[in-house]
């Protein structure tokens, strides 16, 4: 069964890094593309960006660009999405899912990540 | 890079059809048949209806329809129910951008 596995919830304070997880399982994790993806409380889905872990190939959405740093360990075949000092407006469900050509077949559960003071 | 629009609530009763419009561009919607629909309930991660504009995957049912007129999208769910009350996002690839891809405003629909 093709999965992804997200690493749990997360409460931090302003300022302080943050690196979340996905892991793939089921398949061949470096053939496809893994997206994230961001909703914050009450709103709509959000692209932040995608890598390819076989190349590793990594693309930002301008309104993430510089943001957050997207990466990959191809050896135990997880995605990260990390930040180097967290704001209260990071504060949002991840979600990272599978890109199957251009549309997302498989999702993780989705990491909380809330960032208060 | 815009969000693809979407109409912010559809509503129907059981048993009746419903279709939820994506309105894009001619750098997305309009050249590319690259459409997908997302579904998510409540506190649960989307879930991938249709793909490549009128696509569905395995296991989704045939109740759920994709298709395209210009640069607008549409799903259309047909003998309503329950559990089809939930948020629909529309994603389409585009060419407008460096990062080629977007999402719709999304769609609250309400079974009556």
């Known amino acids: 069964e093709v999965q992804l596995v997200q690493s749990g919830a997360e409460v931090k304070k302003p300022g302080e890094s943050l690196k979340i997880s996905c892991k793939g399982s089921g398949y061949r994790f470096t053939s496809y593309w893994i997206g994230w993806v961001r909703q914050m409380p009450g709103k709509g889905l959000e692209w932040m960006g995608i890598i390819y872990p076989g190349d590793p190939d990594t693309r930002y959405s301008p309104s993430f660009q510089g943001q957050v740093t997207i990466s990959a360990d191809n050896s135990i075949s997880t995605a990260y999405l990390q930040w180097s000092s967290l704001k209260a407006s990071d504060t949002a469900m991840y979600y990272c899912?599978?890109?199957?050509?251009?549309?997302?077949?498989?999702w993780g559960k989705g990491t909380t990540v809330t960032v208060s003071s | 890079q815009s969000a693809l629009t979407q109409p912010a609530s559809v509503s129907g009763s059981p048993g009746q059809s419903i279709t939820i419009s994506c309105t894009g561009t001619s750098s997305d919607v309009g050249t590319y048949n690259l459409v997908s629909w997302y579904q998510q309930h409540p506190g649960k991660a989307p879930k991938l209806m249709i793909y490549e504009g009128s696509q569905r995957p395995s296991g989704v049912s045939n109740r759920f329809s994709g298709s395209k007129s210009g640069n607008t999208a549409s799903l259309t769910i047909s003998g309503l129910q329950a559990d089809d009350e939930a948020d629909y996002y529309c994603c389409s690839y585009t060419s407008s951008s460096t990062f080629h891809y977007v999402f719709g405003t999304g769609t609250k629909v309400t079974v009556l």
């Open positions: 899912a599978r890109l199957q050509g251009n549309y997302m077949d498989v």
